[in-house]
C-alpha cells in the first residue's frame, strides 16, 4: 500500500516554466499585450491550425465555440452524453438546447448513428468529445455534418497532442476547443484556446473573449486613440500574459509528454488486456491518443463487488483513481431543465457503471505505475466471483 495517493493526472511545472513566467511578471503587460498572441501562434504550430483564440479556461473556449456559430434560444446542439458538463454547458450558455448523444460502448466516443439519428429541423452544431484522449470518428462525422450542413466542434480538452492518421486533433473539427487546467496535457492554471482554419469565427471569438468590442487596449494605445465600440454582448473571458508565457513554455514540452503517457498506457494494455476482470476501452486503429484520462471497465459479470466498493478499495490502496463521467444528462441541473432521464443513452449509462480512471501523468515513475497495476490485480481479484 503506498503511503502518499497517487493523483489520477497532475501538472509538470520546471524552472524554465518559472522563468518564463517570472519575466512576464517584471514586464510592462501582465494581460492584453505581446504574450497572448505569442501564445496563439504557438499553440496554431503545434495542432497544424491557421488559427488559435486563448481565453480564460476550456469552458469559455467552449462558451465562445458557441457564440461564434450564432447558437441561440430554440436551436438544438447534438453533444455526446460522456463528457465533462461544460461540453454542454456551452449551448444551454446560450439559451440552446443541448441534444444527448449516446456513445459507442467500446470507446465512450460519440456514436454517428446516434448523431444522426438525433438530428432534426431545429439542429445546429454537433460537439463531438474526444474522450479519454482518443479522436472521435471524423471521417464519419464530418461526413454527416456535411450533408446536413451543420458544424461539427470538437471538445478536444482531453486530445491536446493526438492525431487521427497525420492530422492532429485541432483541425479536424471546424472550432477545436482545448483546455490547459492543471490536469490536462498542458497547463496555464486555468485556460483555454480554441483553434480553427476559419479567420471570421476567430475573428468573432476575439471580440467575444473582451466584452464584444472591437479593439483591445494594445490596438487603440497603437492607433493613440480612445475610441472603442462594443459590437455584441461578450465576456470578460481573456487570458492573462504571464499564462501565455507559461503556456508558450509548456507546449515545448508536449511531444515529450505525450510519449510518456503512451507508454505508461502501453504498460496497462499490457497488464490488462487479457484480464478477465477489467478491460482498457479500444483505441480505434487510426488514432494516436493522447492519454489524458486511461479507463478500464470493471467486468461485474466475474466480480462479486459494484464499482463503489472497488473505486474504495483502491482509494484504500493509496491509488487517486477517479470516475469520468456521470453522463451529462444524469445530473439533476438537466434532468430539472431539460427533462432528461435515464434511459436517453444507453450505452453511455451503461459504461458508467462499470468505468474507472487509472492514474496516468507524465511525471509517474515506473513505481508508481507498477503500483497501480498491483493494486488493481489485488483488488479486483480479492472480489473475484
Ligand atoms: C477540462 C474539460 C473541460 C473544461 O475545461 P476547463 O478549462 O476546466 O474549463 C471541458 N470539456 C472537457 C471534456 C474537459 O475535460
Same mark, same amino acid.
Request: hydrophobic share 45%.
Given at each position: ?14 524552472? =524554465? ?5 517570472? %519575466? ?7 494581460? +492584453? ?17 491557421? @488559427? ?10 467552449? &462558451?465562445?465555440?458557441?457564440? $461564434? ?16 458538463? =461544460? ?29 444522426? $439519428?438525433?438530428? +432534426? ?10 474522450? $479519454? ?9 464530418? %461526413?454527416? $455534418?456535411?450533408? &446536413? ?34 490536469? !490536462? &496535457? ?9 483553434? +480553427? ?5 476567430? @475573428? ?35 487570458? +492573462? ?10 507546449? !515545448? ?8 503517457? @503512451? ?23 487510426? =488514432?494516436? &491518443? ?11 459479470? #466475474? ?5 463503489? !466498493? ?11 483513481? #477517479? ?17 432528461? @432521464? ?35 490485480? !489485488? ?5 473475484? %466471483?
Amino acid at each position: 500500500m503506498r503511503q502518499q495517493m497517487l493523483p489520477y493526472g497532475r501538472q509538470s511545472i520546471d524552472e =524554465a516554466d518559472i522563468a518564463a513566467v517570472t %519575466a512576464v511578471l517584471r514586464s510592462d503587460w501582465l494581460t +492584453t499585450g505581446p504574450m497572448v498572441a505569442e501564445y496563439e501562434r504557438a499553440f496554431a504550430i503545434a495542432v497544424a491550425a491557421e @488559427q488559435a483564440v486563448a481565453l480564460s479556461s476550456g469552458t469559455a473556449a467552449l &462558451h465562445a465555440c458557441m457564440f $461564434a456559430l450564432g447558437i441561440s434560444v430554440g436551436d438544438e446542439v447534438l453533444v455526446s452524453a460522456m463528457t465533462f458538463a =461544460a461540453s454542454a454547458n456551452c449551448v444551454a450558455y446560450q439559451g440552446g438546447t443541448p441534444v444527448f448523444v449516446d456513445v459507442e460502448p467500446d470507446t465512450l466516443l460519440i456514436s454517428p448513428t446516434a448523431v444522426e $439519428a438525433r438530428i +432534426t429541423p431545429q439542429t445546429r452544431a454537433i460537439v463531438a468529445v474526444d474522450f $479519454a484522449g482518443q479522436p472521435c470518428d471524423y471521417g464519419r462525422l464530418r %461526413a454527416i $455534418a456535411q450533408r &446536413h450542413g451543420l458544424p461539427l466542434v470538437a471538445d478536444g480538452c482531453h486530445a491536446l497532442g493526438a492525431k487521427q492518421g497525420s492530422k492532429p486533433v485541432g483541425i479536424l473539427a471546424d472550432l477545436t476547443a482545448f483546455s490547459t487546467h492543471p490536469v !490536462k &496535457h498542458i497547463t496555464t492554471g486555468e485556460g483555454g484556446v480554441v483553434t +480553427t482554419n476559419n479567420a471570421e469565427l476567430a @475573428q468573432r471569438m476575439r471580440h467575444f473573449r473582451n466584452h464584444g468590442i472591437t479593439t483591445d487596449h494594445r490596438q487603440r494605445e497603437q492607433l493613440g486613440s480612445w475610441v472603442y465600440e462594443m459590437v455584441e454582448l461578450g465576456y470578460n473571458y481573456r487570458i +492573462t500574459d504571464f499564462q501565455s508565457a507559461l503556456g508558450i513554455s509548456q507546449l !515545448k514540452k508536449l511531444a515529450g509528454w505525450i510519449e510518456c503517457r @503512451q507508454k505508461i498506457a502501453r504498460e496497462y494494455d499490457a497488464a490488462f488486456g487479457e484480464s478477465d476482470l477489467v478491460s482498457p476501452l479500444t483505441v480505434r486503429p487510426d =488514432a494516436n &491518443h493522447a492519454y489524458h484520462l486511461y479507463v478500464v471497465r470493471l467486468n461485474l459479470e #466475474n466480480l462479486r463487488a459494484d464499482r463503489r !466498493k472497488i473505486f474504495a478499495a483502491l482509494r484504500a490502496e493509496g491509488i487517486g483513481v #477517479n470516475v469520468h463521467y456521470l453522463p451529462v444528462h444524469l445530473h439533476p441541473y438537466y434532468r430539472c431543465r431539460f427533462d432528461t @432521464q435515464p434511459g436517453l443513452c444507453p450505452a453511455a449509462e451503461a459504461a458508467y457503471e462499470r468505468i474507472i480512471s487509472l492514474p496516468i501523468f507524465p511525471a509517474m515513475n515506473q513505481a508508481d505505475i507498477e503500483d497501480v497495476i498491483t493494486a488493481v490485480r !489485488k483488488v479486483t481479484e480479492a472480489f473475484r %466471483a
